[in-house]
């Protein structure tokens, strides 16, 4: 089995900054890749950031230069740093680690979520 658990989510008004963490453990050959996805209210779910095995990293387009997705070296656990936060960066954040198990089959495997609300 594997585990996928989201922390760091709380309140910070518009300008500040906040870092949500997000730790992969379990049966677990590989991260392959590890994407935050963002739920404001009343909307869909939509992947912000990504990270692949190899450290390349990708951004949805409205959050470059203000998120940076990062990996722990020698760890499964990764960061999403919000810089100068703003009110749409609400919502709930989630973790899905594309993770190829001890089994040697690849798995999408989702964190509860977090809260981030900021506020103006």
């Known amino acids: 089995q594997v585990q996928v658990v989201e922390s760091g989510g709380g309140s910070v008004q518009a300008g500040g900054s906040l870092r949500l963490s997000c730790s992969v453990s379990g049966s677990v050959l590989r991260v392959n890749s590890l994407t935050w996805h963002r739920q404001a209210p009343g909307n869909q779910r939509e992947p912000v950031a990504a990270i692949h095995s190899d450290g390349f990293a990708n951004y949805e387009d409205s959050v470059k230069g203000r998120l940076t997705i990062s990996k722990e070296s020698g760890r499964n656990t990764y960061y999403l740093q919000i810089h100068n936060a703003k009110p749409e960066d609400t919502g709930v954040y989630y973790c899905?680690?594309?993770?190829?198990?001890?089994?040697?089959?690849?798995?999408?495997?989702w964190g509860q979520g977090t809260q981030v609300t900021v506020s103006s």
């Open positions: 899905d680690a594309t993770v190829l198990t001890a089994y040697q089959f690849e798995h999408d495997y």
